[in-house]
Every structure is written in C-alpha cells, then in structure tokens.
C-alpha cells in the first residue's frame, strides 16, 4: 500500500509555491501527491519533473461543470466535456500521473430533480469510453468517483460507479471509493468497496467532515478491514479540506476551522493510515 495527500487541502492548483510543501510531505513520508487539476495551462511537465526529484508520485483530481456536461442532452455539450477530460489526461501525462480521479462523468452541482434518465446514462458512458480510450494512449488510468446526492445525480454509490465502468468497458476506466461519501450513501460499506472488484483503481481517506482521518465519524474498522480483504495495494489517498482558499471552501460547504493546521492533519493522518494497516497486517 502506498500513501498519498491531496492538495487541495492547500491550494487550487499547483505551482512553484507548492513545491515546499510537497518536500514537507514528503519528510513526513508520504509517497504521493494529487494534484489539482483544474487551471490546463500551466506547465505540468515542470512540476513532473521537480515532483521526480523530490521523489513524490502523482495522482490528479478534476471535475466537470455545466458547461461541459458530460451526460448533457446538447451533444456539443457533451463533446466538450470529452475534450477537456482529454485536455487534462495531457496534462496528467506532462506530470507523470499515473491515474485521475474525480467526478469527471457529469456536471458536479447540478441537478434534474430526478435520477439519471437512461439517456443519461447512455451518454456517460459513450462520454467517458471516448476518455478512456484517450487515456490509454497517453499512459493514465481513470478513477471514476461516486458522489453524494447533495453533489451530482449521475452515481451516488460505489455500486453505480462500478456498474458504469464496466459498461465503459475499457482497461483504462475504473473506479474510486471514498469513505468520505460512502459514509452518507451505503448501506454496506464492506459491499461497496467489495463492488469495485479489479475495477477498483483508487482510495480517498475522508473523514465525515473533510478534517483528520481518524478523529471523526465515519466507521473506520469496516473501512479498512474491508480494503485489506479486497486485496487492494494501490493509493490511500488523504482528502481534507479546510479554509485555505475561500473558493474551495465555498465549494465544498466548509467554514469552520476543524484542525490545527494543514500539516498536522497531513502527519496525524498518516500515523492514523499506517496504524490501521498495521493493525491487520501484524
């Protein structure tokens, strides 16, 4: 199992500025950094290779919008969505990422007022078959990611994404769990991840209110007792967030303080992760 942080927690994008806390992270001992990956200008290939020398991998998180939905009954729509998902797989073959998450399937916040319709669903797929078949030609996986209700409509659980990849059916695309949104939306959290099968390509650790793993309410016993029987040895990936950047914040519902600082969620959260795994691996 390899560890990694989200940067989110940080910043929207990353820079040159960025860089010293990556080495930060790095010193704590994580293996991996995900990188934002929202603003498609800025030179990837650069941060690829300062992020080689300070030793660090790279996953990416983007999102689509209304603008380039996805799963839009306006094909123009939809074809613009399949570009940008291709615009930023360059992006993440710049940088040396080895698989992009997100919910990248549909417009995150916006809403029908009802279930995925089945042209809905037909849509996605032939969307993000188009993306995986991309993908595969510049060497990343994707990570289709389920979200809650309160956030997108197209997959809100585990099982829904898994069904989608494989109707994707593409050894590029699978998916991600998130303990984060399977707190709100499963039933079964052993169930849920077990979905993923050899479609499960990526983990966020996320705690019930976006601070420190470990110091909230999700159910972390069947959390990763359920991750070590699946046989997953892939990224455990920290997503937290805080009020680094208003926008952020705004975005995912955040204005308290619920941790110390940035850094010491990252180091707590990876004694939390280590302690966890060690546990079942003694």
């Known amino acids: ?131 995986a078949e991309y993908a595969e030609t510049v060497g990343v996986k994707l990570g289709v990611e389920a979200l809650n209700r309160f956030e997108c409509y197209l997959l809100n659980c585990h099982g829904d994404s898994a069904r989608f990849a494989r109707e994707v059916d593409h050894p590029s695309c699978g998916i991600m769990y998130d303990t984060f949104h399977s707190n709100i939306e499963e039933k079964s959290i052993t169930e849920a991840i077990q979905a993923g099968g050899d479609k499960l390509f990526h983990i966020h650790i996320s705690e019930n209110d976006r601070s420190t793993p470990g110091k909230g309410g999700v159910n972390w016993k069947e959390n990763f007792d359920a991750i070590v029987q699946s046989g997953y040895d892939g990224y455990l990936t920290i997503e937290a967030f805080g009020l680094a950047l208003p926008e952020i914040a705004a975005a995912t519902k955040i204005w308290r303080k619920m941790f110390s600082d940035e850094l010491t969620l990252a180091k707590e959260g990876l004694e939390f992760m280590k302690a966890e795994l060690a546990a079942r691996n003694a």
């Open 1 to 131: 199992m390899k560890y990694g942080m989200n940067l989110l927690l940080w910043s929207g994008e990353v820079t040159e500025e960025m860089l010293p806390v990556c080495e930060q992270l790095k010193g704590i001992g994580y293996d991996s950094v995900e990188l934002p990956m929202f603003n498609l200008d800025l030179d990837y290939a650069k941060i690829g290779k300062r992020l080689d020398e300070i030793g660090l991998g790279r996953t990416a998180v983007t999102i689509r919008g209304e603008e380039d939905n996805p799963i839009s009954c306006d094909p123009a729509v939809r074809a613009k969505g399949v570009e940008l998902n291709k615009k930023t797989l360059d992006c993440c073959a710049a940088a040396g990422v080895e698989i992009l998450v997100g919910p990248y399937h549909s417009a995150i916040g916006l809403f029908s007022g009802a279930g995925p319709t089945e042209d809905e669903w037909k849509w996605g797929v032939e969307s993000m078959r188009a993306t």
